[in-house]
Structures are given as structure tokens and as C-alpha cells.
């Protein structure tokens, strides 16, 4: 993991001395609420529905059992007890007081953390693969990258007063798992075909929100040292060029949509052309300097199969199971990664509690080199555990009620906090996630269903995702009313898709039904071995529809 | 309005040539449309010039007019407009060593964006000096010392000073293998 140096540390204290004085500024006057607006989401502060919200950055997902352990220290001294993680990586407190946001900023700084630019219209912070390092699908580990990214981010004075807020994702793996095309910037680190060498693929112009698009390639392969120069005439095209008169057409995606991607590709390359590259580009130095703390740890040399796994699986079911759904490959024989669902049957997507938090931080330590990844799915990873020890694992997470054995199932919702935090809601999506993780609580018919991911937004700003869910729900309001609109066939892989929609909107009773019928027709059409995914894209959203509306008509009927 | 630079509250030479009015005395910053009128005059009588750019000016567009242009004054409409920081960054780059001047009101915590892009000053109105005395903008200054960014700004970002430090390293080690080798 990266460690701060000197001045990493020196700068992080300053950013919170700067915010203490900031807090005060406000108190006394001497900024206004409009000015001091921006400064505070530009650390990760927002005023909700009922209090203040606190965003903590977590670059690229990787935690440390002491971090995570000091993010439950603050939950229970400031908050209550419990935080949330979201789909971009980060953690979210919901209550804590303004007076009291300085000291909980140098608990962070004391653990090498910050909320440095988690919100506001400015480059947010940088997420990536959680499976990096892990994957064997990986060219290279993106998280060198993203740290280089977050630095050269962090407080740049061109870029702090965007037209919009701007968001960066870096995979290093063939098979993407950090949704790079539905970025602002998504960036696919490749071997150059012929020669090997090492760069990137340069995507721009995705994201989600009430127009989600997908992003375009601006470049097919930049090389390494070439990154922030290119990335600043990209910062530099938007900021000048991105639309200010509206905040809904203000991101980088209606940019490239209006001039095209051509024009906006002939811009980019026209303003790195006139850049001094040399002079903003890091050292390859620097570049090694970083990427020297994301060595792999100390693995042992183990076989590839373990006896005791196999015996443990064949003597617990469940145990058994929890390896089928949870348990990831490792590059390294011996080890695995193992997901720890965030996602209990009827609980809040993304929430730990502290007491949960202070349990993974201790069997991060004991089983995998005490290193905790962050996942845009919600859920935490332990990245690096022995297949000897995956049972004891698997034990102390049934001890603490975290071996929910759903991970990429039907009940691994992603959902935003919806009306029940967030003032920018139309409606509630926590209790539509709580209502649909019911209905399919039964295991076998979760595994017998397989992989299919539902994604839930309470408006349209999309932060559950739902545009790239296989399932999407979105919540909207009518004369005061929750509704709720169905999309089918979304992906957030490197096959990215929007969902389309299916049909008429539902009240929020009505959408588990709606959801089975859905999962019915899959059931029924399915070729074997065939994902929802896969029979979706063979079959056309026609069979799912016909059968919505049948039940749409039907309730009507039993309504009369 | 009052004029700020990186040491405190800087008298200001030039006076702006505003709609409707006559051609000032002395230095003069014009509108960027009233540039090729009056530039003539104001250097014949020995003056500086200056101009006033809108944030929406392309750098290309506007660099064939700057030349002996003593001052470019960029326009902040809001101060969360970061339009006028890329235009600043962006006339840095193509050459431009003149007077590079904010205008509009932006505020204290703002003053390391305006100099990391660039500019020399800031020219913001009043009302945002009543609330923001000069000592908030110097201790703005002062909290943030260290930036990331290379190639903004005045003084070594931190990527620099890692360099230094590993050369100084690098030094020190091949004179420690000198030395041993006396």
C-alpha cells in the first residue's frame, strides 16, 4: 500500500488547517454560505436532508486494517456507529456536526486519509479495479496510476472550479470491473501490440446522471510519461469549453456529445501538442517511487490446491457455498480473494457498522497481510487470503453476521441512499433494495438464478447506477407521489450498456413482482449455462416487456 | 476596486477604459474590442497598455494582439467560474511575461489558484475585502504551501522537491563511494 512521505503528510495537515479556518471564516461572517459552498464540498461536505454528510475518500479502494479500524473510532465518537460505502469507493457519515468536521479531518490525516475532493465540481477521487493486484486477467496494477492521478489532482489550482463535477476510473485488467466507460476519464492501462510497451487507452465522456452516455476513445494508446500532460489538455478543453448555463448539461459527456468525439479528440490533441510535457509529466522516478509501495506482499509458496479447503467444503454446505459465490481467483496458487458482502437479506446496501468495521480490520490482519479493498458493488474484499484459511475465515465472518454468501447474486443491490438521507432525492431507494433482497432471500433459488445485478437510484443523478444495472430502478416523484421506472440490460463491464426501458412506472409495492416476472422469463428462456446478460442480448427486451405488461394490465384488472 | 498581490494591498497604475467614457490618462487596460482603436494613441503618449479578456477568449485568437501589451486582465464573472485559470495557464504557456491580472470577485482561499495559474494580481471589489481583510488573504497563502503540480506556479511542487531529494541522494551517495574509494 502507499505510504505518505513527508510532504504528502505536510500537505494533508495543511488542507485541514485550511479547512478548520474555513469552518470559523464562515461562523464569523467573513464568507458567505455561496462562497463557502463550494470550499466545503471541495472536502467532501454536503448538507443533506437532516445534517450534514461527510465524504472520506478511499483512492482506488485499498484500506489498511489500522485505517479502517481509526474510520470506526470516528463512527462512534461523531457519528452513530456506523458508515456507509458507496459506489465510488468512498465512506459516507451521515451525522456528524459541523463544528466537529476539523477534528475528525485530522483523525483521517493521522491515518494517511483525507475527504480531499470527494464531492464538488472538481476531479474526484480516482477509483480502480478492487480486484488490482489480485486479478489474473491484470496487464499491470492500476493503483500506481490512480495515486499518481490523485496526487497531480489534489488541490490543482487550474482545476478546482470546473463546470461540473469530473470523475477518473483506472483498470489495469482485461475484464473491467471499474466501470471505466461510464467515467468522465476512464483510462485501460495495455501492452502496445508489437512492441510491449506499457500505456494507456484513453476513454472520455461516460457517466450517468439523466443523460448516461457512453464513453469515447480518445486515444487508443498514450504512452506512460506522457499521462498528466495528456490529461491536463483534456482538464484544459473542458474547463474552457464545458457548458456553464446549465448545470445538466455542464459535465465533459454533453461536450463530447455536441462537438462530437472527433472535434473534441482534434481539441485534446491540439492543446497537448502546445503543453510542455516535460514540464508537467512526472519523472519515470517518481512513477517507480510509487509504484515500489504497491510491490505484492510477502506471499508464501503454496500449492495450488489445498486439502483442508476441500474437506472443510465437503463437510459445511453453506461453507461451500460461500466459496462459490464469494471466493475469487487468485494469480497467486494458493491464495484467494474473498468478498465480504455488505449486503445482508433485508439490510442497507453499503452500511457497516463500526463493531463490523473493528472485526474485518482484525481478520484483515490475521489472513490477508492486513490489507481491506473497497468495492463499487459496496462490499468490502479481503484481497489476498490463504485457501487453508478460508474456512476460519469464513467462520469469523458467520460469528459477526458477514458471510452473506450473495455476491454478484440477485441480492447484491447497489443502491444509493435515496429519500431517506439525501436531499437531492425524488424517492426512496434503501426500502425498495430491503423489499427486493426479501423476495429473493432463498439461497438456492439466488444461486440458481446466478449472476445478475440490481442497481437502484432514487433521481436521476443515477448515483445507484442504475443505467448500467442488468435490473435498473429509478425512483421519481409525481405530485407527490414515489414511482418507480424499470430498465433491463445495462452492463458495467467492458460490454457496456445502457439499460432500456421497460415500461410504465410502478409504486414501490409493486416492483418486487415486477422484478420476479422478469427473473421468471430468464428462468424460462435461458439457454444452458446462459447469464441474464447473455439471454437479454439474445432474446431483445420483447419477452421481458410482454410479460410486464401482462402484469401491469392484471393488477389493474384486480384494482377494479 | 482593491488590488491584491502575494504580498498584500499593491497600488494600482493602470485605470480601466469602461463603456461610454473618454480614453483615461496614464496606463490604461482596454476592452479587448477597443484594443486596436486606442493602442496607438496610449503608446504614442508613452503609456502602458493593457487589455481586459473575457473568459471566453481563445488563447490563439487573442496572442497576435499582445504584442507590447504590458497587462492582461482576465474577467471572473463568478468566482466559481474557473474559466479564466485555463485562459491564464494557457497565455503562460505561449509566452505571455506581462502583468497577468484577475478581475472579478474572487476570494482569499482563491489566491493560490490565481497564482499557481499565473497571475501576478487580483482586483476584486470591496464588498469582498470588507469581509476578507488582507490578512485572510495572506494567511491563505501561507496555510497551503505544497501543491502536486508541476508547471504551475512559482517555487518547487512537491514532485520537484522528490526529484531534488533524490539527486541530492544519488550525490551524496557517489561521494560516500568516492570517498571510500580515497
Known amino acids: ?560 | 476596486m482593491p488590488l491584491i498581490d502575494a504580498t498584500g494591498f499593491k497600488q494600482n497604475g493602470f485605470a480601466r477604459m469602461t463603456e461610454g467614457c473618454s480614453l483615461p490618462a496614464g496606463d490604461v487596460i482596454l476592452p479587448l474590442e477597443k484594443l486596436s482603436t486606442w493602442r496607438e494613441e496610449v503608446f504614442s503618449r508613452g503609456d502602458r497598455v493593457g487589455v481586459h479578456l473575457p473568459n471566453t477568449a481563445r488563447v490563439d485568437e487573442v496572442w497576435p494582439l499582445l504584442d507590447d501589451v504590458a497587462l492582461v486582465s482576465i474577467d471572473f464573472p463568478s468566482f466559481a467560474d474557473g474559466r479564466g485559470f485555463s485562459l491564464a495557464r494557457g497565455l503562460r504557456q505561449r509566452g505571455f511575461f506581462g502583468v497577468l491580472r484577475a478581475f472579478g470577485p474572487l476570494i482569499a482561499d482563491q489566491m493560490r489558484h490565481a497564482l499557481g495559474c499565473g497571475f501576478d494580481e487580483v482586483e476584486t471589489p470591496e464588498a469582498v475585502i470588507v469581509r476578507q481583510p488582507i490578512s485572510q488573504w495572506r494567511a491563505a497563502l501561507e496555510t497551503i504551501t505544497l501543491r502536486y503540480q508541476r508547471g504551475a506556479g512559482n517555487g518547487l511542487s512537491i514532485l520537484d522537491r522528490r526529484r531534488a531529494a533524490r539527486e541530492m541522494g544519488h550525490r551524496r551517495f557517489h561521494s560516500g563511494l568516492a570517498l571510500a574509494r580515497e
Request: hydrophobic share 40%.
Open chain 1, 1 to 560: 500500500m502507499y505510504r505518505y512521505d513527508e510532504f504528502d503528510s505536510r500537505f494533508v495537515r495543511e488542507r485541514v488547517r485550511e479547512f478548520r479556518a474555513q469552518v470559523e471564516r464562515r461562523l464569523d461572517g467573513s464568507l458567505t454560505e455561496d462562497e463557502f459552498k463550494p470550499l466545503r464540498l471541495q472536502n467532501g461536505l454536503y448538507l443533506q436532508l437532516h445534517a450534514y454528510m461527510l465524504r472520506i475518500a478511499i483512492p482506488y479502494g485499498t484500506l489498511s486494517s489500522r485505517q479502517l479500524r481509526q474510520l470506526a473510532l470516528i463512527a462512534d465518537r461523531y457519528d452513530r456507529g456506523y458508515g456507509h460505502f458507496t459506489t465510488r469507493q468512498n465512506l459516507q457519515f451521515n451525522w456528524p456536526k459541523l463544528k466537529d468536521v476539523p477534528d475528525i479531518l485530522d483523525l483521517l490525516a493521522d491515518v494517511e486519509m483525507h475527504a480531499i475532493q470527494t464531492s464538488g465540481n472538481c476531479i474526484r477521487n480516482v477509483t480502480a479495479d478492487h480486484f488490482a493486484g489480485v486479478a489474473a486477467d491484470e496487464v499491470e496494477d492500476p493503483r500506481p496510476t490512480a495515486e499518481l492521478i490523485r496526487q497531480w489532482s489534489s488541490l490543482h489550482p487550474e482545476f478546482s472550479f470546473l463546470p461540473r463535477k469530473f470523475k477518473i476510473a483506472v483498470t489495469g485488467a482485461e475484464h473491467d470491473r471499474a466501470a471505466i466507460k461510464a467515467h468522465d476519464i476512464g483510462l485501460r492501462i495495455l501492452r502496445r501490440p508489437g512492441t510491449g510497451e506499457i500505456g494507456y487507452e484513453v476513454i472520455v465522456g461516460g457517466g450517468l446522471g439523466r443523460t448516461p452516455m457512453i464513453g469515447k476513445v480518445v486515444r487508443e494508446f498514450l504512452p506512460r510519461a506522457d499521462l498528466l500532460s495528456f490529461l491536463e489538455a483534456i482538464m484544459r478543453v473542458y474547463n474552457l469549453e464545458g457548458r456553464r448555463d446549465n448545470k445538466f448539461k455542464a459535465r465533459v459527456k454533453i461536450l463530447v456529445h455536441e462537438i462530437g468525439a472527433e472535434e473534441f479528440r482534434r481539441r485534446v490533441e491540439q492543446e497537448f501538442a502546445a503543453l510542455d510535457g516535460p514540464s508537467v509529466n512526472a519523472d519515470p522516478e517518481e512513477v517507480k517511487r510509487i509504484a515500489a509501495y504497491f510491490a505484492p506482499p510477502p506471499y508464501e509458496e503454496l500449492p495450488e490446491r489445498s486439502v483442508k479447503l476441500s474437506i472443510a467444503k465437503a463437510a459445511h454446505r453453506d461453507f461451500a457455498r460461500f466459496v462459490e459465490t464469494n471466493v475469487f481467483a487468485h494469480r497467486v496458487p494458493g491464495y484467494a480473494a474473498v468478498t465480504i458482502s455488505l449486503k445482508p437479506i433485508g439490510g442497507v446496501p453499503g452500511d457497516a457498522t463500526s463493531e463490523q468495521m473493528r472485526i474485518i480490520a482484525e481478520l484483515a490482519e490475521r489472513y490477508s497481510f492486513g490489507e481491506i479493498r473497497v468495492t463499487y458493488m459496496q462490499n468490502l474484499v479481503l484481497p489476498h487470503v490463504r485457501n487453508d484459511e478460508l474456512f476460519a475465515l469464513w467462520e469469523a465472518l458467520d460469528a459477526a453476521e458477514l458471510a452473506t454468501a450473495n455476491a454478484s447474486l440477485v441480492t447484491d443491490i447497489i443502491s444509493c441512499p435515496g429519500l431517506d438521507y439525501c436531499s437531492l432525492a425524488t424517492a426512496r431507494s434503501i426500502p425498495i433494495a430491503q423489499s427486493l433482497s426479501r423476495r429473493f432471500a432463498d439461497g438456492a433459488r439466488q444461486r440458481e438464478i446466478g449472476p445478475l445485478g440490481i442497481k437502484i437510484s432514487g433521481c436521476i443523478n443515477a448515483c445507484g447506477h442504475h443505467h448500467i444495472g442488468n435490473i435498473g430502478i429509478l425512483g421519481l416523484e409525481k405530485n407527490g407521489a414515489e414511482y418507480y421506472q424499470l430498465t433491463l440490460g445495462g452492463d458495467a463491464t467492458e460490454n457496456a450498456a445502457l439499460g432500456e426501458r421497460l415500461g410504465p412506472g410502478l409504486a414501490a409495492e409493486e416492483v418486487p413482482d415486477a422484478v420476479e416476472k422478469i427473473v421468471n422469463v430468464y428462468l424460462q428462456e435461458r439457454s444452458v449455462g446462459e447469464e441474464f446478460i447473455a439471454t437479454y442480448r439474445r432474446l431483445g427486451i420483447a419477452p421481458f416487456r410482454q410479460a410486464f405488461e401482462k402484469g401491469v394490465e392484471g393488477d389493474q384488472h384486480a384494482a377494479h
